[in-house]
């Protein structure tokens, strides 16, 4: 665990457009095979059917894939005192190989191949279940998806009071993310962003057919006085 604090947080001293990297992971430098115990051993969680889905690195790539109906999700709570503060944006290096068949936010089947989830914050709201089961801190979910409106943001069936998706592209290969984490978070919620306490990743292929394939190269968040673009 002394490594993984290390890992994530010796890239402080640098600086990106003049805002500070406050945590970065990078994938592509990891031998082909099998992913779960290097995510496992870097602090990951496997959550949901996490289990069952292929992560597999291979020609520099976090490659994550199944073929059936899956929902899995694997992230990193932060240990309090490590939590990233004055978070500005993040960069995500990811594509799409294949999307499931049928997954289509405007109809209500909110699935997707590859998408990401920051929480900020430790207060919890509603996920919408009763007794407050699954209360969560706000998230914001940039994702990729294959019918929806890119720059549109989506609202799920769970989470409503707190969690907010956004498409950051529709097209298969990979793509370079820069999502506006601070602008995004002061748009929905009408105050300046917590720390960023937990952060994932998460494919869902339930009520689909086909499967899907995605894969991650890099995770980077940047303190606020980075330079970000706009998807």
């Known amino acids: 665990m002394k490594k993984l604090f290390f890992f994530l947080f010796v890239t402080a001293v640098f600086s990106f457009g003049g805002g500070k990297v406050l945590y970065s992971l990078d994938f592509t430098k990891q031998k082909d095979g099998d992913a779960k115990a290097w995510l496992r051993a870097k602090g990951f969680k496997m959550m949901l ?19 059936g109906e899956k929902a899995g999700l694997f992230g990193i709570r932060l240990p309090e005192g490590r939590y990233l503060d004055n978070v500005g944006s993040v960069k995500i290096v990811w594509g799409v190989d294949k999307f499931p068949n049928g997954a289509n936010w405007a109809a209500g089947n909110n699935r997707l191949a590859i998408g990401a989830l920051i929480a900020l914050g430790t207060q919890t709201l509603s996920s919408g279940l009763p007794l407050g089961i699954n209360a969560a801190p706000p998230f914001l979910g940039p994702f990729i998806g294959e019918k929806e409106q890119v720059g549109k943001r989506y609202l ?6 707190g969690g907010r998706y956004y498409c950051v592209a529709n097209k298969k290969g990979a793509v370079t993310t820069h999502f506006d984490i601070d602008a995004k978070y002061r748009q929905e919620f009408h105050k300046a962003p917590p720390p960023v306490t937990a952060f994932g990743f998460q494919m869902n292929t339930k009520d689909t057919s086909g499967g899907a394939q995605a894969f991650i190269k890099s995770i980077t968040f940047y303190s606020n006085s980075t330079f970000a673009h706009k998807f």
Do not use: C, H, N, W
């Open 49 to 67: 059917d996490a289990p069952e889905l292929s992560m597999q690195f291979k020609s520099g790539k976090l490659v994550i894939r199944t073929s």
């Open 156 to 161: 799920g069936k769970l989470y409503k009071k």
